[in-house]
């Protein structure tokens, strides 16, 4: 049986998409540097892509009938150089490795809508918009989208993201730690959050757009993936502490400006994804925040 290939499959997006294509009946390839105890029950692989040999990678997609890449590896940091390794090492050698195959399998990889840079007050994100990063992340990211796109793989550029389990490195898992803290031993929680409203997607709905890109008629091209919605960020925040049950009382909540990879303002256009693949986000920011609190 051809099988899924997910690439990162430890992290907080790639046992998503695992899970997402397990359910559809696929036969799932979970690799990662290391294994980890919340990967699901699929057949695992310890390898380094990023120092992989690009005719061995080749050699070991052949070996396994990989029809599907997903390129789900990668983190925020901390440095530019481990972001460097982490993202364009990956995305690098899965593109040589597909130019190196007669019949290579789709290789589909998620970018952000960071590097497409901050945008206006009120515009939407869509494809035609140039890219612009203005960040570390954001340019790396960016090379990574042009090795995909020249290699004739699919970028899924993908809105902030929150829902179970997000990435230690974020904004939520930080508000999550101090959340849980403040539950076991009723200590106050206090918060900086930036006077922004953004983009935020679950990332079991990127997991869903994963799947449909893995079938859909699209190749070489760039679609974004969000709710459409800019999201108040202290609204979200409310709704956490809300789910979290602690009083009002404990919380002290500062509104200023926060260094982000995003700016103010961001909304994404994802009508280029949906008429393409016909995927459709299906989660509600307060399920997302909901499911955030039950994980802990």
């Not at 029950?41 to 997609?61: G, I, N, S, T």
């Not at 790396?140 to 179970?164: H, I």
């Amino acid at each position: 049986m051809s099988r899924i290939a997910v690439i990162g499959a430890t992290g907080s997006v790639g046992r998503q998409i695992c899970a997402r294509f397990a359910e559809d009946g696929q036969e799932v390839l979970a690799v990662a540097r290391g294994h980890a105890a919340r990967v699901g029950p699929y057949p695992f692989v310890a390898r380094d892509v990023a120092a992989d040999d690009a005719a061995e990678l080749a050699r070991f997609l052949r070996f396994h009938d990989v029809r599907v890449v997903v390129n789900a590896a990668g983190r925020w940091g901390p440095t530019r150089a481990e972001m460097l390794r982490s993202h364009l090492g990956v995305a690098q050698r899965l593109a040589e490795a597909r130019s190196l195959m007669d019949d290579p399998p789709r290789l589909i990889h998620l970018g952000t809508v960071h590097e497409y840079g901050p945008a206006p007050a009120g515009v939407d994100l869509d494809e035609r918009q140039p890219v612009d990063p203005g960040t570390p992340y954001a340019m790396v990211k960016v090379a990574c989208s042009m090795a995909v796109l020249a290699a004739g793989g699919v970028v899924l550029r993908c809105a902030n993201m929150f829902g179970p389990h997000p990435p230690e490195e974020t904004f939520f898992a930080a508000v999550l730690r101090r959340l849980r803290a403040a539950s076991r031993d009723r200590s106050v929680v206090e918060l900086t959050v930036a006077d922004a409203r953004r983009d935020f997607v679950d990332v079991r709905d990127v997991a869903g757009a994963v799947l449909a890109a893995a079938s859909a008629p699209v190749e070489g091209q760039v679609l974004n993936i969000g709710s459409g919605h800019a999201h108040p960020l202290r609204e979200l925040v409310d709704g956490l502490i809300a789910e979290a049950g602690v009083p009002a009382s404990r919380v002290r909540i500062t509104e200023q400006d926060v260094p982000s990879h995003g700016g103010g303002w961001i909304r994404v256009d994802s009508r280029a994804a949906q008429r393409l693949t016909g995927w459709r986000p299906r989660y509600t920011a307060r399920e997302s925040l909901r499911a955030m609190w039950a994980q802990v």
